[in-house]
């Protein structure tokens, strides 16, 4: 059997599906109406290969008209190599990735819930109160991978330590939408994406000391980059840092 050389799609892809989906969706007794968005609607200028098509159906019945659609592209397009599905039976909204990487975006809503309206990008209103959520997360999470540590869990305390650097990440997420006035980026370029790279000299959290030392490091990395954004500081992390130092001396060979 040989591989199959897979290919990111050629741009323009997105308006040849969408006339079969729109030809699909005529055939279809229970969709009212269909309609592109995003990217792909209007001039498509702002659409390239890196963009899905987003596709918003009213019909009845969401939920099987979404998944009828599903198994026609399936079918008679490409197969679904991944999916996530999130709705109710108002409105069903499912994600495709094709085995030939096209990616869609389809919503299916009934006549009553049919108001799309402008698409609200803004930031949340209340940027401390998110980044104190956070900050809240993070410190939950790192008092538990600390106490794996000390119990030589470290499989356990790994996981946890590795999902510190995704609480970091996040709040430079919220940061850079509110710099930048809106949740929707298209492209990178913000001062906001140097943070990965500063992560990467994080300790490997494959034993109990390296899960310690991982905690600190971004513990600092985190003060760091909400320093100045409403949120409290290093000096309130007195617990955590006891706990660190208790867990150094319980985890240190010979103790």
């Known amino acids: ?26 055939r279809d007794g229970r969709v009212h109406a269909m309609r592109v968005h995003g990217s792909a ?30 198994r026609e592209i399936a079918g008679r397009h490409a197969p679904v190599y991944a999916a996530g599905r999130d709705g109710d039976a108002g409105r069903y909204t499912v994600r495709l990735v094709l ?3 096209r990616r869609l975006d389809l919503t299916v809503v009934t006549e009553s819930l049919d108001a799309p309206g402008p698409a609200d990008t803004s930031p949340p209103a209340d ?27 470290v499989l356990i305390g790994a ?4 999902g510190l650097a995704r609480h970091v990440l996040v709040a430079a997420m919220v940061l850079r939408d509110e710099e ?12 906001y994406d140097t943070w990965p790279a500063r992560l990467s000299a994080a ?18 990395a985190l003060h760091e980059l909400l320093a100045g954004h409403g949120v409290s500081g290093p000096a309130d992390d007195d617990p ?3 706990l660190l130092d208790a867990v150094d001396k319980a985890v240190a060979p010979g103790t």
């Open 159 to 162: 996981h946890l330590t590795l």
């Open 41 to 70: 609607a209007g001039s498509g200028e702002a659409m390239d290969q890196w963009s899905d098509l987003d596709v918003r159906l009213t019909a009845d019945e969401p939920v099987a008209v979404a998944e009828d659609l599903v």
């Open 99 to 101: 085995t030939d990487l």
């Open 180 to 191: 930048r006035g809106t949740t929707h980026h298209r492209y990178g370029g913000s001062r």
């Open 240 to 242: 955590l840092r006891a």
């Open 127 to 153: 940027v401390p109160g998110v980044l104190a959520s956070l900050l809240n997360d993070f410190r939950f999470d790192a008092v538990l991978a600390a106490c794996k540590a000390a119990r030589g869990d």
């Open 203 to 220: 300790p490997a959290p494959y034993d109990p000391a390296g899960i310690l030392s991982a905690i600190r490091f971004h513990t600092l």
């Open 1 to 26: 059997m040989t591989e199959a050389n897979y290919v990111v799609p050629p741009a323009g892809w997105q308006p040849l599906l969408a006339s079969a989906l729109a030809d699909y969706a005529a």
